[in-house]
């Protein structure tokens, strides 16, 4: 596997769980009743990824200096500028948005609900707007942007999605009280998210489109004898979708450490599966 994208391959990762995670924060103001008491949930989860927008700023500072040159790839450095704001933005809001959280339920500025989703609802779009520069910088064309942007929503819900749920069912642990309503509610929507990717992956594979061209010989042998597009399917799609759904039954019975343990295996194999997808389009051209 060619190892010169891995920088490109980590910082479309970590967008994609930032694009992700923020999704599901909104989800879970607009949708569950999160007593003040309960915060300690949201802030675990908003300090996971409040250091990912650095990471992101700092990897992204690495790439500018990389030329990729084995994958042919045209760079617009023009775009730069316009990335680096847009990371800038996704820092300070990042921030704004620990603030609002660890300030809920105070009688002062910065302690607001709606305000705390309509932050939540900008780091997520900015998230994605970067991705989405990030490959106009390459000129792939609009088909190639289009499909990227779809594969980045749903890696990024995929990745937002388990951690979310997997965070909630370990809180159980620490307040047994909680209802399971909101295990449901987040496990249901994980489960939509998988087969959602199911589908765009085999719709993926039966086109056949080529984002980014590459110079095999054979390149139909290669695809099919690639071993990590098979772990993709397999470990990143297949597995997660079968534990999910143990993990929701489980969680309707009230089984909560059982959804727990189940939901950090499909976590573990998410992000295996959504980074091999990323290094995938760098190895075989597809977008995964």
């Known amino acids: 596997m060619n190892l010169e994208p891995l920088t490109l391959v980590v910082l479309l990762g970590c967008l994609q769980l930032i694009f992700g995670g923020y999704v599901f924060l909104s989800l879970i103001d607009m949708k569950l009743d999160i007593p003040r008491q309960r915060r300690g949930y949201i802030l675990t989860l908003v300090i996971t990824y409040f250091p990912l927008t650095i990471i992101s700023f700092y990897i992204f500072q690495l790439i500018k200096k990389i030329e990729f040159m084995t994958l042919n ?10 990335i680096d704001s847009l990371l800038l933005c996704v820092i300070l809001l990042s921030f704004l948005h620990f603030v609002i959280s660890w300030r809920y339920g105070n009688k002062f500025f910065f302690s607001s609900l709606r305000f705390r989703k309509l932050v939540a609802i900008m780091i997520a779009a900015i998230a994605l707007a970067v991705i989405i520069f990030l490959f106009i910088r390459f000129d792939l064309g609009f088909i190639g942007i289009a499909l990227i942007t779809v594969q980045s929503i749903l890696s990024g819900l995929l990745l937002g999605g388990s951690l979310t749920s997997m965070t909630w069912g370990h809180w159980y642990l620490v307040t047994p009280s909680l209802p399971k309503e909101p295990l449901e509610l987040l496990t249901k929507n994980l489960l939509i998210i998988i087969f959602l990717s199911l589908i765009y992956f085999i719709f993926i594979i039966y086109f056949n ?11 139909e042998f290669s695809l099919i004898s690639n071993p990590a597009l098979w772990l993709r399917f397999f470990v990143g799609l297949c597995m997660p979708l079968i534990l999910t759904i143990f993990a929701y039954k489980a969680a309707r019975i009230n089984g909560m450490m059982s959804a727990t343990g189940l939901l950090y295996l499909v976590l573990g194999s998410t992000l295996a599966g959504v980074f091999l997808s990323n290094a995938l389009l760098f190895e075989i051209g597809l977008s995964l």
């Open 73 to 82: 790839l045209l760079i617009d450095q023009s775009m730069n500028g316009i």
């Open 209 to 219: 489109y080529l984002i980014i061209e590459i110079d095999y010989k054979n390149y």
